[in-house]
C-alpha cells in the first residue's frame, strides 16, 4: 500500500471518527431535550397538585391524605404511561423524574400515622415543590397550549365519575335546609378532586367528557360559594364559630372556578398563570423565577 493511499485511509477513519462523535453529542443533546421536555410536561400537570395541598384547610387531613394519595397514584401512573419516561430513569435525569417523586410522596402519605398528618401533608408538598423546580418548571418559559394524549380507559372513568360525584354533593349540599360546616367540608373535598382529575385532561377532555357535565359542574362551584356564605352569615355570631374555615372553603372554590372557567376556554397559559398566583399566596416566601 503506497503513502497516498495510507493517508487516504487515515483521513477517512478521521472523518468517520468526527462523525461518529458528532453522530453523539447530537445525539445526546436530542436525549436531553426530550427528557426536558417530558420532565416539564410532567411537572406542568403536577402543580395543581401542589397548590391545593399548599392551600389545604387542615380542618380534615385525614380524609385530606386519603384523596391526595389517590390523586398521586393516578397523575404518577398516567405520566408513566407517557412515550419516552425511560428516559427520566437515567441517572442524569433521575430527579427531575416527578412521577416517581409523586409516587414516593404517596407512599409516605399512605404510611404515615395518623398523628403526624399535618406534617405529612406539608412534607408532601415541600417534596413536590423541589422536583417541580428542579424540573425548570418556573423558568417563565410559555406555556404549551396544545398536548391531546390518549387517556386509559380506567383515568377516564375516574374523571367522569369525579365530576358527576362533585355534582351529586353539591346538589344534595344546595337542597339540604340544615345543611352544617360538615357538608361545606364534603362538597371542598369533592370538588377539589374533581378539579384535578379534570385538569390533568385539559388538552383533551372533550372527547370522552360531556360537556354538560363540566358546565354543570361550573354552576356546582358558583352554588357552592353562595350556600358557603349563607353558611358563613348564619355561624359569624356563634361562640366557637366556623366562619374562618368557611372563608378558606370559599376562596378554594373560587380559584377552582377561575381555572376551570380558564380550561373551559381552552386558555391554558391562563390557567397555569392562575395556578402560579395561588401559589405565591399560599407560599409567601415562594418566587417562581427562582
Known amino acids: ?20 462523535i458528532l453522530c453523539f453529542f447530537y445525539l445526546c443533546s436530542e436525549v436531553s431535550t426530550a427528557a426536558s421536555r417530558l420532565s416539564s410536561r410532567d411537572a406542568s400537570d403536577t402543580l395543581i397538585l401542589l397548590v391545593e395541598l399548599a392551600t389545604e384547610s387542615g380542618d380534615n387531613y385525614i380524609a385530606a391524605k386519603s384523596i391526595f394519595a389517590d390523586l398521586l397514584m393516578d397523575y404518577a401512573g398516567h ?7 425511560w428516559l427520566l430513569k437515567i441517572p442524569p435525569f433521575m430527579e427531575k423524574n416527578v ?7 404517596r407512599k409516605n ?31 417563565g418559559q410559555p ?29 344534595d349540599y344546595a337542597h339540604n335546609k ?32 360531556d360537556g354538560e357535565a363540566v358546565r354543570k359542574f361550573r354552576t356546582s362551584i358558583e352554588q357552592t360559594i353562595y350556600y358557603n356564605r349563607l353558611l358563613q352569615e348564619a355561624d359569624k355570631d356563634v361562640e366557637g364559630s366556623h366562619y374562618k374555615l368557611l372563608d378558606k372553603y370559599t376562596s378554594a372554590e373560587m380559584r377552582r372556578l377561575g381555572l376551570l372557567q380558564a380550561i373551559m376556554d381552552n386558555d391554558i397559559q391562563k390557567a397555569r398563570t392562575s395556578l402560579e398566583i395561588s401559589l405565591m399566596e399560599a407560599i409567601p416566601d415562594f418566587q417562581p423565577l427562582s
Do not use: W
Open 99 to 105: 412521577a416517581g417523586e409523586l409516587e414516593r410522596v
Open 109 to 139: 402519605l399512605k404510611e404515615t400515622a395518623q398523628i403526624n398528618n399535618c406534617n405529612a401533608i406539608n412534607e408532601a408538598r415541600d417534596s413536590i415543590l423541589k422536583v417541580l423546580k428542579k424540573s425548570d418548571l418556573f423558568t
Open 1 to 20: 500500500m503506497t503513502t497516498l493511499q495510507l493517508n487516504k485511509r487515515m483521513t477517512i477513519q478521521i472523518l468517520l471518527f468526527c462523525l461518529l
Open 143 to 171: 406555556t404549551i397550549t396544545s398536548m391531546p394524549e390518549v387517556m386509559s380507559g380506567e383515568l377516564q372513568k375516574a374523571i367522569i365519575s369525579s365530576l358527576n360525584e362533585a355534582n351529586k354533593k353539591v346538589e
Open 178 to 209: 340544615s345543611r352544617t360546616v360538615d357538608d361545606a367540608k364534603t362538597v371542598c373535598l369533592a370538588n377539589r378532586k374533581a378539579i384535578v382529575y379534570l385538569f390533568l385532561a385539559r388538552f383533551n377532555y372533550q372527547e370522552f367528557v
Open 79 to 85: 405520566m408513566k404511561r407517557r412515550e419516552l419516561h
